[in-house]
């Protein structure tokens, strides 16, 4: 039994007095791989700010156990004019360790490195941010959410708007750091098939509709259609999920 | 050499001033234009200008309070004498930094649409203020208000260097957090440091340093050494201590060139400063276009 490091139980969540999702009860745990999917729209990105704490929640509890977020966000949101190094960047993920004051120690610099060599960007550590493709600067905001040491990694839609390779690459990537590292994953994507072959649980969701469970539990032909309002095809293949979408004209 | 020596002679101040005044400027418009929010350099310097104008309706003797706090006579300390221009035109400012950090709670209008709003409304009312100001002519007042690097003196001077140290101060004692919530306030949110404090802190020191500088250099000179000398510091450098570096020696360097060809060629002072930038800024722009880069 993996030890609890937090749970919602009945939060409603929503901005002012809007509510977007009601009673979520969620207990995230230690090795856990969650994925997150949901339509655009379907408050996937509430969610986290809840989770995160930027946002409070409408109603219900949450509780916290100790532990330290890696956030990776939409790399979209991230496009600096100043021309910082992915040294600086991946940097930025030791500041809140080192105190209002404090200045980057030895021990803050071989957590960077490890991080930059964590996800295979080591030889790019001068390079400046602006310059990077999509999966480069993917890779830069996931070294520095792991610099922070994290117990938990969040990742908000990391392959979008990537080629095929970077796309896959990236996957195996978090994948890897899951396995290898037995960090607990929090991957949030609109793409299911992102997640249905790499993730154990699944948190499936849409306005008025939200199903927690491991995954082969959750991921069905009538949970799918609640979530998409479309029909989908389940199926395993040696062992691996095949979903199709029914289009019907 | 003679204008030269005339221009140190009768505007010392002028000079210096005008110095620390591209200095902060160009120091701060690296983050205005770097967080794009070059809208807001504009707004806040409308504010200023606004703030100065209220003061000279009097309707709260603000010096009077101070003077007999400190137990000394307005007309006796120069730096009181200038105290509530200055004061008001930071008040507005400030306050409409605190709304602006607000914004995000709401999603109906945009953050350029508010500060549309500000900007015009910030116009009308100097406009107002100045039609009730009990000083009659309305060319002077609009002269007074909107600044003039030749009116430097030495208070002034030392109010301009002490906004210099104080942004230093700030930018370099709280370095990591600045540099993290002006990058990516969402992750810094997520990873421990509180954005909403830290964007807060940031957009007052920035809110203070355009609005005094307003008050002292005028609205043009500023909003223009807010965006210039960052974009020459940004177009040049591919460090960001560079992007710095440049900037602010570029704030420095120009406004006593311009002080010197303005007297030399009877040009106002302030429009001289804006416009021997934007030359540099031409030269810099074609040299980088020329090398292909």
Not at chain 1, 2 to 21: A, D, P, R, S
Not at chain 1, 43 to 61: A, D, H, M, R, V
Not at chain 1, 207 to 231: A, M, P, R
Not at chain 2, 99 to 116: A, H, N, R
């Amino acid at each position: 039994m993996e030890k609890e490091i937090l749970k919602f139980t009945n939060v409603t969540i929503g901005y002012g007095k809007k509510k977007i999702i009601e009673n979520i009860s969620v207990i995230i745990s230690e090795n856990d791989f969650i994925g997150i999917v949901g339509p655009n729209g379907a408050g996937k990105t509430t969610f986290l700010k809840t989770l995160l704490g930027n946002l409070k929640p409408l109603s219900g509890t949450i509780q916290k156990n100790s532990h330290r977020f890696g956030y990776v966000p939409q790399r979209d949101t991230v496009q600096p004019l100043l021309p910082y190094t992915v040294y600086d960047v991946v940097m930025m993920g030791r500041y809140s360790l080192m105190g209002i004051f404090g200045k980057p120690t030895k021990k803050d610099w071989d957590a960077v490195e490890a991080s930059l060599e964590h996800v295979g960007i080591q030889h790019l550590k001068n390079y400046n941010y602006n310059s990077l493709s999509g999966g480069q600067r993917q890779r830069t905001l996931i070294a520095r959410a792991l610099a922070v040491e994290p117990n938990i990694l969040i990742l908000d839609e990391p392959t979008n708007g990537m080629d095929t390779p970077s796309h896959y690459s990236l996957l195996n990537l978090i994948s890897r750091l899951h396995d290898d590292n037995k960090l607990t994953i929090l991957l949030v994507s609109h793409l299911l098939s992102d997640v249905a072959n790499g993730v154990k649980k699944l948190i499936l969701m849409d306005k008025d509709f939200f199903q927690f469970g491991n995954i082969d539990d959750v991921l069905s032909e009538e949970n799918l259609q609640k979530t998409y309002s479309s029909e989908f095809h389940v199926n395993q293949i040696n062992g691996e999920y095949v979903i199709t979408s029914i289009h019907r004209n | 050499m003679e204008t030269v020596n005339q221009v140190l002679e009768f505007f010392p101040y002028a000079v210096l001033g005008g110095i620390l005044a591209g200095m902060i400027c160009g120091f701060l418009g690296i983050f205005v234009v770097s967080q794009r929010v070059v809208f807001l350099g504009a707004t806040l310097t409308q504010v200023s200008v606004a703030g100065v104008a209220f003061s000279f309706l009097h309707l709260i003797n603000i010096e009077g309070m101070v003077a007999s706090l400190l137990g000394v006579t307005i007309t006796e300390d120069s730096f009181l004498h200038n105290f509530e221009p200055a004061f008001f035109s930071l008040l507005f400012a400030v306050i409409v930094v605190l709304i602006f950090s607000q914004t995000y709670k709401q999603k109906v209008l945009t953050q350029d649409g508010i500060l549309g709003i500000i900007f015009v409304v910030a116009v009308a009312l100097r406009i107002m203020f100045i039609q009730k100001s009990p000083i009659a002519e309305v060319s002077e007042v609009e002269s007074i208000l909107k600044g003039d690097i030749l009116f430097i003196g030495q208070s002034q001077f030392f109010t301009l260097a002490g906004i210099f140290l104080f942004t230093l101060l700030i930018f370099t004692i709280f370095q990591k957090q600045l540099k993290f919530v002006t990058f990516d306030a969402e992750s810094a949110s997520a990873h421990g440091i509180n954005s909403r404090l830290w964007l807060l802190l940031f957009y007052i020191v920035v809110g203070m340093g355009i609005s005094l500088t307003t008050r002292f250099v005028g609205d043009v000179f500023t909003f223009a050494y807010l965006i210039i000398p960052a974009s020459i510091g940004l177009l040049v450098s591919k460090k960001v201590s560079h992007v710095f570096l440049i900037a602010v020696i570029a704030g420095g360097i120009i406004p006593p060139i311009s002080i010197f060809l303005a007297f030399k060629y009877d040009f106002s002072s302030g429009p001289a400063a804006v416009v021997t930038m934007f030359i540099l800024f031409l030269l810099v722009y074609g040299y980088k276009k020329l090398r292909g880069s």
